[in-house]
């Protein structure tokens, strides 16, 4: 029983980074910009959480810091995407390259440490929470993987349940949703439809940005070189996974993080029946499944209808 | 993806991306300046290192030999209107056929084993990218996150050949046993050697001479064969393609196994052209540097030579600049491909307004 609720424990926190950045990326998905991107601006979030927070001392700017880069370059993309009517899959490819080389030669610059960042104190980190009865939390496994965890994984708990309401249920998940299926019908009924893609984008920033801190503040607690390792895009599947809907979506990180979770425990153990899975297949799972799913084997994922196409206001 | 424009022919085929280029280094410059660098300094010891002794242009010409494949290969997929982000994961494959190959059959003489494995380099690269090709054309999953999750996939699976399979039996790193030579392709100074004339020693060899082929091969298959021409017409309408007839679904699937194919080919250059073994970092990102080449030579193969040149250059170039000056690293290059991308693939308009002012000013003086 205690290892299950290990792996509970590790699926969380895994998790908590991929549900983040999965929503952030159903913003930007839905209001018709493709977001290749995410990638890039979890990266550059961690890299400014993790100079921030190593400067002040303190995780709340690491995480203001971070949300700041997160949105610094989600408007980028805006910009070459909305703005210019660019090819929002280059721009996101692009951007990715752009912070995957710019953020070691600045931490290499400002900090000679090959590329990466020094590694911040207690203080300047997210610890778990202090309960008052954290000696019963630590002691038990089942406690530890419920309550155990940092402030940031009950914020994305919230944070989901924000987003589900905001996308279904306010004005402006309706005009979200709205200029990601049809931006002429939108436009028609007076609808700003820059507008609210440039205020996607900036939300997409901001929830990648937590994200990206995390990594640093609650996980490695420095940044290193390309720390987000594809998490960016792990997350993208995810989300198309959950067929652009949230809670589906989170199903899906929770599934991804599952996977990573248990692939550490079988490493090197042997299964009844199947006998030892190769580390490089289970990490190869949620890959395959979104494979599988886009192909349309198992229910269809339809992509919000105006997706990619740049906004163009007809006369 | 281009529009309409009111420019002339030149100026939007030579003017806006050298104006792009300028941008995207403009913006390298600012960032070198930052960290507390000169910027036309480090640019003269680039170009120096790039083109100002043989040994650099070796290895510019090395670099370049990679460069044109892959970027030839996002090109092919380009006209047919497919965006193919996994030529990184069909390089990988590609390199897994030359390795089955050359591990296998290397005792034979080299004008068997290396057709060989230039035939399994090709065929192993268009087989990943016909799963996404043939998902896009018949299931109408999206290629570019089918080709995203195959790089994903493609890592896994050679991390674990590597790793478990293929290493040399014995050794800690993951990689394969030294192809014996008979597989090596040869070397440009040993062919020169052979001609008597004397060229310093570099990882160039006869792959280039391929690679220059393969341009020609592309022009001729892309703008003067039947299959191009319905290749392309997919690409600028697949409505209208579909309406005349042309079997839309085919060619999509086509043109993904012909740019997976070229991918392919980049893993024999660097495979049994210079490191002969396959280790787990040969593709380098330079699957993802053909992105870039084929955006700045605007999907045509003397674009793209010229491209493959600059970025073969920024490579080599970049690499004897990081000896000089140790605070520019490798990535400082990979920033410059990146903002090069966004300048001349996504912002490719960015000067097409103010240009296309200046012009009305100029014709109507």
């Given at each position: 029983?205690?290892?299950?609720?290990?792996?509970?424990?590790?699926?969380?926190?895994?998790?908590?980074?991929?549900?983040?950045?999965?929503?952030?990326?159903?913003?930007?998905?839905?209001s018709g910009i493709?977001?290749?991107?995410?990638?890039?601006?979890?990266?550059?979030?961690?890299?400014?959480?993790?100079?921030?927070?190593?400067?002040?001392?303190?995780?709340?700017?690491?995480?203001?810091?971070?949300?700041?880069?997160?949105?610094?370059?989600?408007?980028?993309?805006?910009?070459?995407?909305i703005?210019?009517n660019?090819?929002?899959?280059?721009?996101?490819?692009?951007?990715?390259?752009?912070?995957?080389?710019?953020?070691?030669?600045?931490?290499?610059?400002?900090?000679?440490?090959?590329?990466?960042?020094?590694?911040?104190?207690?203080?300047?980190?997210?610890?778990?929470?202090?309960?008052?009865?954290?000696?019963?939390?630590?002691?038990?496994?089942?406690?530890?993987?419920?309550?155990?965890?940092?402030?940031?994984?009950?914020?994305?708990?919230?944070?989901?349940?924000?987003?589900?309401?905001?996308?279904?249920?306010?004005?402006?998940?309706l005009r979200l949703r709205a200029v990601g299926e049809n931006p002429h019908a939108a436009d028609a009924a007076g609808i700003n439809v820059k507008l609210v893609r440039?205020?996607?984008?900036?939300?997409?920033?901001?929830?990648?940005?937590?994200?990206?801190?995390?990594?640093?503040?609650?996980?490695?607690?420095?940044?290193?070189?390309?720390?987000?390792?594809?998490?960016?895009?792990?997350?993208?599947?995810?989300?198309?996974?959950?067929?652009?809907?949230?809670?589906?979506?989170?199903?899906?990180?929770?599934?991804?993080?599952?996977?990573?979770?248990?692939?550490?425990?079988?490493?090197?153990?042997?299964?009844?029946?199947?006998?030892?899975?190769?580390?490089?297949?289970?990490?190869?799972?949620?890959?395959?499944?979104?494979?599988?799913?886009?192909?349309?084997?198992?229910?269809?994922?339809?992509?919000p209808k105006a997706i990619g196409v740049p906004f163009v206001k007809s006369r | 993806?281009?529009?309409?424009?009111?420019?002339?022919?030149?100026?939007?085929?030579?003017?806006?991306?050298?104006?792009?280029?300028?941008?995207?280094?403009?913006?390298?410059?600012?960032?070198?300046?930052?960290?507390?660098?000169?910027?036309?300094?480090?640019?003269?010891?680039?170009?120096?290192?790039?083109?100002?002794?043989?040994?650099?242009?070796?290895?510019?010409?090395?670099?370049?030999?990679?460069?044109?494949?892959?970027?030839?290969?996002?090109?092919?997929?380009?006209?047919?209107?497919?965006?193919?982000?996994?030529?990184?994961?069909?390089?990988?494959?590609?390199?897994?056929?030359?390795?089955?190959?050359?591990?296998?059959?290397?005792?034979?003489?080299?004008?068997?084993?290396?057709?060989?494995?230039?035939?399994?380099?090709?065929?192993?690269?268009?087989?990943?990218?016909?799963?996404?090709?043939?998902?896009?054309?018949?299931?109408?999953?999206?290629?570019?996150?089918?080709?995203?999750?195959?790089?994903?996939?493609?890592?896994?699976?050679?991390?674990?050949?590597?790793?478990?399979?293929?290493?040399?039996?014995?050794?800690?790193?993951?990689?394969?046993?030294?192809?014996?030579?008979?597989?090596?392709?040869?070397?440009?100074?040993?062919?020169?050697?052979?001609?008597?004339?004397?060229?310093?020693?570099?990882?160039?060899?006869?792959?280039?001479?391929?690679?220059?082929?393969?341009?020609?091969?592309?022009?001729?298959?892309?703008?003067?064969?039947?299959?191009?021409?319905?290749?392309?017409?997919?690409?600028?309408?697949?409505?209208?393609?579909?309406?005349?007839?042309?079997?839309?679904?085919?060619?999509?699937?086509?043109?993904?196994?012909?740019?997976?194919?070229?991918?392919?080919?980049?893993?024999?250059?660097?495979?049994?052209?210079?490191?002969?073994?396959?280790?787990?970092?040969?593709?380098?990102?330079?699957?993802?540097?053909?992105?870039?080449?084929?955006?700045?030579?605007?999907?045509?193969?003397?674009?793209?030579?010229?491209?493959?040149?600059?970025?073969?250059?920024?490579?080599?170039?970049?690499?004897?600049?990081?000896?000089?000056?140790?605070?520019?690293?490798?990535?400082?290059?990979?920033?410059?491909?990146?903002?090069?991308?966004?300048?001349?693939?996504?912002?490719?308009?960015?000067?097409?307004?103010?240009?296309?002012?200046?012009?009305?000013?100029?014709?109507?003086?």
């Amino acid at each position: 029983m205690d290892s299950f609720f290990s792996v509970l424990d590790a699926t969380i926190r895994v998790a908590t980074p991929l549900v983040l950045a999965a929503l952030a990326g159903l913003f930007s998905e839905r209001s018709g910009i493709v977001d290749l991107a995410l990638e890039g601006k979890m990266l550059a979030a961690a890299f400014a959480a993790a100079c921030v927070a190593y400067m002040m001392q303190s995780p709340w700017a690491g995480l203001a810091a971070g949300m700041a880069a997160g949105v610094m370059v989600a408007l980028l993309h805006g910009i070459v995407s909305i703005g210019y009517n660019g090819n929002q899959l280059i721009s996101g490819v692009a951007l990715n390259m752009m912070v995957s080389g710019l953020t070691p030669v600045l931490a290499l610059a400002w900090f000679q440490q090959g590329g990466r960042t020094p590694t911040l104190d207690d203080a300047a980190r997210f610890r778990s929470i202090e309960l008052p009865f954290a000696d019963a939390i630590a002691t038990s496994a089942p406690l530890k993987a419920l309550f155990g965890h940092n402030i940031l994984v009950y914020l994305a708990l919230l944070v989901i349940v924000v987003v589900s309401w905001v996308v279904y249920k306010s004005r402006f998940g309706l005009r979200l949703r709205a200029v990601g299926e049809n931006p002429h019908a939108a436009d028609a009924a007076g609808i700003n439809v820059k507008l609210v893609r440039y205020l996607a984008q900036s939300i997409s920033g901001a929830l990648c940005g937590v994200a990206g801190a995390y990594l640093v503040l609650a996980q490695t607690g420095a940044f290193i070189q390309d720390m987000t390792a594809g998490k960016g895009y792990l997350a993208l599947a995810a989300l198309i996974f959950g067929k652009w809907r949230p809670w589906a979506a989170v199903s899906g990180c929770l599934l991804f993080a599952f996977t990573d979770a248990i692939q550490i425990r079988l490493q090197g153990s042997a299964l009844p029946l199947i006998g030892s899975i190769p580390d490089a297949f289970i990490q190869a799972i949620p890959y395959v499944l979104t494979v599988v799913l886009l192909a349309g084997f198992m229910g269809k994922a339809v992509a919000p209808k105006a997706i990619g196409v740049p906004f163009v206001k007809s006369r | 993806m281009s529009q309409p424009s009111n420019l002339p022919r030149w100026a939007t085929l030579w003017l806006m991306p050298v104006l792009n280029l300028f941008a995207a280094l403009l913006v390298s410059g600012l960032v070198i300046t930052l960290i507390g660098e000169d910027p036309v300094e480090c640019l003269q010891l680039m170009i120096n290192g790039a083109f100002g002794y043989p040994e650099g242009i070796g290895y510019t010409l090395f670099y370049t030999t990679s460069f044109i494949f892959t970027g030839l290969a996002v090109a092919a997929a380009f006209h047919a209107g497919l965006f193919n982000i996994g030529g990184e994961g069909q390089m990988y494959l590609a390199g897994l056929g030359v390795t089955l190959v050359c591990l296998g059959l290397d005792f034979l003489p080299g004008w068997v084993v290396i057709p060989l494995a230039l035939l399994a380099s090709m065929v192993f690269g268009a087989a990943w990218a016909f799963i996404p090709g043939y998902l896009q054309a018949k299931r109408g999953s999206h290629i570019v996150v089918t080709t995203i999750m195959f790089n994903f996939i493609a890592s896994a699976l050679m991390t674990w050949l590597l790793v478990d399979k293929l290493i040399m039996p014995g050794s800690q790193t993951p990689a394969t046993r030294l192809f014996a030579e008979s597989a090596w392709i040869p070397m440009l100074h040993e062919l020169a050697a052979n001609l008597g004339i004397e060229l310093p020693q570099t990882p160039l060899n006869a792959t280039f001479f391929l690679a220059l082929i393969s341009l020609v091969v592309f022009y001729l298959m892309v703008w003067r064969s039947r299959w191009g021409y319905a290749l392309r017409t997919v690409g600028l309408n697949e409505k209208a393609a579909r309406y005349a007839g042309m079997p839309v679904s085919k060619v999509i699937i086509v043109a993904m196994c012909f740019s997976g194919a070229l991918a392919g080919l980049a893993a024999v250059n660097e495979l049994l052209g210079s490191t002969h073994r396959m280790n787990l970092a040969f593709t380098n990102g330079i699957g993802f540097v053909g992105i870039a080449v084929a955006l700045m030579g605007r999907n045509h193969p003397f674009g793209i030579l010229l491209s493959a040149l600059l970025f073969g250059a920024l490579t080599q170039g970049g690499l004897d600049l990081s000896f000089e000056k140790p605070a520019i690293t490798h990535e400082m290059i990979i920033l410059t491909q990146g903002l090069i991308i966004l300048f001349c693939g996504a912002l490719e308009n960015l000067f097409q307004t103010p240009l296309a002012l200046a012009f009305k000013q100029m014709t109507k003086r």
